[in-house]
């Protein structure tokens, strides 16, 4: 059932106080999530492979336990590698042939680390243990439909919006600018972990921002202080283009400390604080539009690692953010859309049991003039379904 209503009232821009959060690449959390979900899409690669199509599996229970490390002014080492343990449910034999599962997460867990850390070393620094078994019959018998189209394998509820505002593009574009590979040649000693809190009142943006410092790069206190105020710098150059939006104010790494040395600075050895300061844990990271935008609604169900053609607790979280920008973009008059989505177990997942579009209309629109137009799109997008989710089990949706 597709519901279209417009909502009286501001959007969130208009609104006087805005909380946004970003937690950067090399936050514990969004390692965490980007990990399952890499498994995830290999999985699913690898099942069509050997069995022409996606099976049964769900990657989306998994921890990081943070390590520990012994660091000062100038470097250290690493006294406890971090440990990974990835949990739930997957499919581990076609027929009487046994699928490679804990090679294809320990590799595809090792690459990830290598490719986004520059200062891990995962053969060296990570320690990968399995929690996997075998899924229900009941849930893996879903995959054994002949229909493009599964069965929903969960009851679930999730919403998605657009347009972001322009807070959250600051707090997404500035942690993307702070992690891109220029900035790390420009700024080769600061680490990955950034992590972003915005608090908007009014026209006045405050951002805390963290962001570690390599100590292999870093030799003394005065150093450290001399070349955090430099990347302060680099900070405020970047956001002076929206100084006619807002009035800026940042703290940078708030905790550091002046004269107590090495243990009143922010340093790491690895770029993440997962090195020996904090753990982390699939869902606690960003929605899939990149944010924690606390401010808006949010759903509960983690993204990450799930299965792209059955579970729709992604499908469906990924579709609802998709399906509002789409609104926004081709349906004129519209100031800020939500698109709420409900599953009911063993449907069809291009059937959902709602679909609600809450709209803020631009001024002198009725609900009349738009909501055929909408309810169109919807449908035009649930009858693609099927072409969404080989999109999604490939990563073409990026998902934190």
């Known amino acids: 059932m597709i519901y279209i209503e417009t909502i009286a009232g501001y959007t969130m821009s208009e609104q006087f106080l805005e909380i946004v959060e970003r937690k950067g690449k090399g936050h514990p959390d969004t390692i965490c999530d980007s990990i399952v979900e890499s498994i995830s899409i290999a999985l699913a690669e690898e099942y069509k492979k050997r069995a022409g199509k996606i099976l049964h599996f769900n990657i989306d229970k998994a921890l990081l336990s943070a390590g520990k490390v012994e660091k ?19 499919t581990f034999f076609i027929g009487n042939k046994k699928i490679p599962i804990q090679e294809l997460i320990v590799e595809t867990s090792r690459l990830w680390f290598k490719n986004n850390l520059r200062f891990f070393e995962p053969e060296k620094h990570l320690e990968v243990k399995l929690a996997l078994s075998e899924g229900s019959v009941e849930l893996s018998n ?12 969960d009851t679930s509820a999730v919403v998605g919006f657009y347009p972001l505002t ?3 593009k600051i707090v997404l ?52 202080f001399e070349r955090k105020e430099k990347v302060l710098n680099s900070i405020k150059k970047f956001l002076r283009k929206y100084s006619g939006t807002f009035q800026i104010n940042v703290q940078f790494n708030a905790l550091d400390k002046k004269g107590l040395g090495s243990d009143g600075v922010y340093l790491s050895l690895l770029g993440t604080s997962l090195e020996d300061a904090d753990s982390g844990q699939v869902g606690r990271g960003n929605r899939v539009n990149g944010l924690i935008s606390v401010s808006r609604p ?19 979280n990924v579709f609802a953010h998709q399906l509002a920008k789409k609104i926004h973009q081709k349906v004129e008059g519209i100031k800020e859309v939500y ?19 809450k709209i803020i209309p ?10 055929g137009k909408v309810t169109e799109l919807v449908e035009k997008e649930l009858a693609d379904m099927a072409h969404f989710c080989e999109l999604l089990s490939k990563g073409k949706f990026p998902i934190n």
Do not use: C, W
């Open 166 to 168: 322009p807070a959250e």
């Open 362 to 371: 631009e001024k002198g629109i009725r609900l009349m003039d738009i909501s």
């Open 142 to 153: 879903i995959f054994k439909e002949s229909t493009k189209i599964l069965p929903a394998n």
């Open 339 to 357: 698109v709420y989505m409900v599953s009911t177990i063993g449907k069809p997942v291009n059937q959902p049991e709602v679909v609600s579009v």
């Open 72 to 90: 000062s002014f100038g470097g250290g080492k690493v006294l406890k590698p971090i440990e990974l343990i990835v949990g739930d449910r997957a």
């Open 298 to 316: 949010l759903g509960t169900e983690a993204v990450a690692g799930k299965n792209p053609v059955s579970h729709v607790g992604k499908i469906y």
């Open 173 to 224: 574009e500035l942690e993307r600018y702070l992690n891109s590979e220029n900035y790390k040649t420009l700024f080769p000693e600061t680490g990955e972990d950034v992590k972003i809190m915005a608090v908007r009142r009014g026209d006045e943006l405050n951002l805390t921002i963290a962001m570690p410092f390599i100590a292999s790069l870093i030799y003394s206190e005065k150093e450290y």
